[in-house]
Nanobody, 126 residues
């Protein structure tokens, strides 16, 4: 069972990127899925999730209105569209699944999350 992120890279402030997460060994649309990020010198931060029951999404205040998460059930993937990027969005971004819930709290215990991807670097700089 494995998650793999792709799509990171260098973007200018105000720019956009699309991150993708593919799964092998399990079907993502059966589970709540999330994205975390970790900036240099900072703690890991939950930033988005998508529920399994109704497909609703939740976002951290730091990215709300700028990032959009959605599923691609045909390809067994989830995507995170990043827009209006800021230098403070610079971080390693991780796909995580399954999540026990998607309620916007991003308050998960150390054993609550099944799998983490290896991460993809996003750097926002002019």
């Amino acid at each position: 069972l494995q998650l793999e992120e792709s799509g990171g890279g260098l973007a200018q402030p105000g720019g956009s990127l699309r991150l993708s997460c593919s799964a092998s060994g399990f079907t993502l649309n059966y589970y709540a899925v999330g994205w975390f990020r970790q900036a240099p010198g900072k703690e890991r931060e939950g930033i988005s999730c998508i529920s399994v029951s109704d497909g609703n999404t939740r976002y951290a205040d730091s990215v709300k209105g700028r990032f959009t998460m959605y599923r691609d059930d045909v390809e067994n993937m989830v995507h995170l569209q990043l827009a209006s990027l800021k230098p403070e969005d610079t971080a390693v971004y991780y796909c995580v699944a399954p999540l026990p819930r998607c309620d916007g709290s991003f308050d998960y215990g150390s054993t609550d999350i099944g799998y983490w991807g290896q991460g993809t670097q996003v750097t926002v700089s002019s």
